[in-house]
């Protein structure tokens, strides 16, 4: 088969648990004949750059190099890159039988929305999603403000690579349980598989240096070395004689104190290490770490959640003597005093027990211990075994039907009814409101008509226009165009839509303002995800500014909680099943300043009437100096947004704490347009906060950088 996988770590440039994966699974896969290519980011290369190494392929693209970089954050523009990566490797070398990517980051948010949006590339793609590390579980253990955007929002592209992949598989039980509670699973089918580990032929026992305890990984909390050297600490003062040697980088911020995990050890357990209980070690070359490893006498994983951390079978397959938690997957991996040992942090007291038990062992006692570590992971975890396994859960996913009738949805809403069809199958209403627009309405028409998607009415509401200039415009262009125009008193933005909309004939029905655009294939693309699924009720895209700016605004599928904060899609410019709009969508007149398309889309989803967005800019949004947004005021905003919580209270209640946590996190909801942003770094205009996005893109892809602003943040 042709496989291709997606990861965002590959060595030699990066180490760490995922790129152990894909090297191991790049590497077992071709040694069965399969063609397997590894797609990876670099910011090294100009362009797709593919070469050859060993058996497998590796594909570099560099993710600045998209327009997308310019309005998209690193994760969310990475995501986007892998999706055009895949794209540019399709059209020259032709689709693979299956793709596989992490959930980690989120990057393949982008490749299956566009697979599930339909995209002709990339519709009859069969994407498998491996479960390794979901930042929306870690960061919350590792005491990360995790409603802060825009760590919230890659919270939200992981859970919908996760609910949206073609197949699931987590290498261990354990994280599956973590995820329940955290988002809906319990719809999803998700394969429990041990990751693939090539081990020694033989196994074979180096001498130890007694009493030597290494802990070796992320110095982060999730872990668990805090929760270790509270326990060290307790054990040397009842007089344990032994030393613990913490192997691990810094460049890892502690976010409550706001420096280096290292340097905050350091401060805490300065006593401990002057008198040389404790070693801090830091980033070491692999040759040095693996003769400590070698050397010690017992190996501790003290994480306090995790997946299947690759140490546990590398350790183990050496021989060494593991003393891990039970809060991870490393659990289900060793057997208590058979092969290993376990210790529950529930119950600090079971550290203490099960240390000085191994530490009291005799040689031959430990020496079994030792062996039965080394069969294990030769056993489970050898390349025959979990091949087998693997492939056929790949052969069942390439000869399945992947085709859904219903959209993913992160949390969809349940619909109150099932509405039936209304209007002229297959017609389009386009409704245009329009009020002194002469200058505009013309263009605007002139795109409708260019619309790919031909079985369309045009409807002009003239709410009480003024000017014969402004009357005959639209005078002509219905003479000319078969343009419908209906005349009523000037009531207003909401009213008119509304006027539109119960006049029009359309099965479909979408509105544009009498001074923005479309593109050719905007309706038929969005008519045909209408027709795709069952429960999708609405469409959206980006918006590119013309005119008085330039650049885009992204658009992102409208979801409570974040939706019920700001508004995530181009309201103004929506592609409807009718009958949904007429039941739940109506405009209120109410929001006289404005936002009254943001509330009409709240009203929607609240009653189960969701919608998408597409993730490309077919709608031009005409940036005006006397435009309604340009006069919109810190006041007016929160007054509209006290009548809409007021109206949908019910709603916002369903998420009251994490509305709270996200206004705690990053502030009113109307102080930012962008969740792929960092908004906390100062600055509040939408140029300064892109900007500072930019800085942070380039230190995000550098190392050194990374090292230097930790470091400078611990200095401030």
């Not at 990066?14 to 071709?30: D, K, V």
């Not at 070698?294 to 299947?308: C, E, F, G, K």
């Amino acid at each position: 088969m042709k496989i291709w996988l997606l990861t965002s770590e590959f060595p030699p440039d990066f180490g760490g648990g995922i790129s152990t994966y894909c090297l191991e699974t790049a590497q077992m896969l071709s040694e069965y004949g399969h063609q397997v290519t590894i797609i990876n980011q670099s910011f090294q290369v100009n362009s797709l750059s593919t070469v050859k190494q060993g058996n497998y392929t590796i594909c570099r693209f560099n993710p600045s190099k998209y327009y997308t970089s310019s309005f998209l954050g690193y994760e969310a523009n990475l995501s986007y890159a892998f999706a055009q990566a895949v794209r540019e490797l399709i059209e020259t070398e032709g689709a693979p039988d299956i793709i596989e990517s992490q959930e980690y980051m989120g990057i393949a948010y982008y490749l299956l929305q566009y697979k599930w949006l339909q995209y002709p590339i990339f519709k009859d793609l069969k994407i498998l999603v491996t479960l390794h590390a979901p930042s929306f579980l870690y960061l919350e253990y590792n005491k990360v403000p995790n409603y802060q955007l825009p760590y919230y929002w890659i919270g939200e592209m992981e859970r919908f690579c996760i609910r949206s992949a073609d197949m699931l598989i987590s290498p261990s039980q354990y994280l599956v349980n973590e995820l329940n509670g955290r988002l809906k699973i319990d719809d999803l089918d998700i394969h429990v598989l041990k990751n693939p580990f090539k081990t020694a032929e033989n196994y074979t026992v180096s001498p130890i240096k007694k009493n030597e305890l290494i802990f070796f990984g992320k110095l982060i909390p999730q872990k668990g070395c805090l929760e270790l050297l509270s326990y060290f600490k307790q054990l040397w003062k009842e007089g344990l004689n032994a030393s613990l040697t913490m192997i691990g980088g810094g460049d890892h911020l502690y976010h409550p104190e706001g420096i280096d995990m290292i340097d905050y050890i350091k401060k805490v357990y300065d006593g401990e290490i002057k008198s040389g209980k404790l070693k801090l070690l830091g980033a070491i070359r692999p040759e040095e770490l693996k003769q400590h490893i070698t050397d010690a006498h017992i190996i501790i994983i003290p994480s306090i959640v995790d997946n299947l951390p690759y140490t546990v079978p590398e350790v183990m397959s050496m021989g060494k003597v593991v003393l891990a938690s039970v809060q991870g997957g490393q659990s289900e991996i060793i057997e208590n005093d058979i092969d290993g040992f376990l210790f529950d942090h529930t119950d600090p007291a079971t550290f203490k027990a099960q240390l000085n038990h191994i530490l009291s062992l005799s040689e031959e006692v430990f020496t079994a211990i030792s062996r039965k570590a080394f069969n294990k992971v030769k056993k489970y975890f050898n390349y025959e075994t979990i091949y087998s396994k693997k492939i056929s859960l790949i052969n069942s996913l390439v000869s399945g039907n992947t085709k859904a009738a219903s959209f993913p949805f992160i949390r969809p809403q349940a619909s109150e009814r099932i509405l039936a069809t209304q209007g002229i199958s297959g017609l389009l209403s386009v409704i245009v409101p329009y009020y002194n627009m002469g200058n505009y309405v013309e263009e605007s028409i002139n795109s409708i008509l260019a619309s790919t998607y031909k079985n369309i009415e045009i409807v002009i509401v003239n709410d009480g226009s003024e000017g014969k200039e402004n009357i005959e415009i639209i005078n002509r262009l219905a003479a000319n165009h078969q343009v419908k125009i209906i005349n009523k008193p000037n009531e207003g933005l909401a009213l008119a839509r509304n006027t539109g909309a119960k006049v029009a004939q359309g099965e479909y029905l979408a509105f544009l303002d009498p001074d923005d655009t479309i593109v050719p294939t905007y309706y038929e693309q969005a008519i045909k995800v209408l027709k795709n699924y069952n429960n999708v009720y609405f469409v959206g895209c980006w918006a590119k500014y013309f005119d008085g700016a330039t650049g885009y605004w992204p658009a992102f599928n409208p979801e409570p909680p974040y939706l019920l904060i700001h508004n995530m899609i181009n309201s103004s410019a929506l592609i409807y099943k009718k009958a949904a709009f007429i039941e739940t969508g109506l405009n209120d007149a109410r929001m006289v300043f404005g936002m009254e398309d943001y509330e009409s889309v709240i009203s929607m989803v609240e009653k189960g009437y969701m919608g998408l967005v597409l993730p490309e800019p077919l709608w031009n949004y005409r940036v005006r100096k006397d435009s309604m947004a340009r006069a919109f005021t810190r006041n007016k905003q929160l007054y509209l947004y006290t009548l809409i919580a007021g109206k949908h209270k019910k709603f916002y209640s369903t998420f009251g704490a994490e509305i709270a946590n996200l206004l705690n996190a990053n502030g009113p909801g109307f102080s930012y347009d962008n969740p792929t942003y960092f908004h906390h770094l100062g600055g509040n205009s939408y140029f300064s906060n892109r900007i500072m996005n930019m800085i942070f893109m380039k230190i995000k892809s550098n190392k050194f950088l990374r090292k230097v602003v930790i470091k400078i943040k611990k200095i401030s």
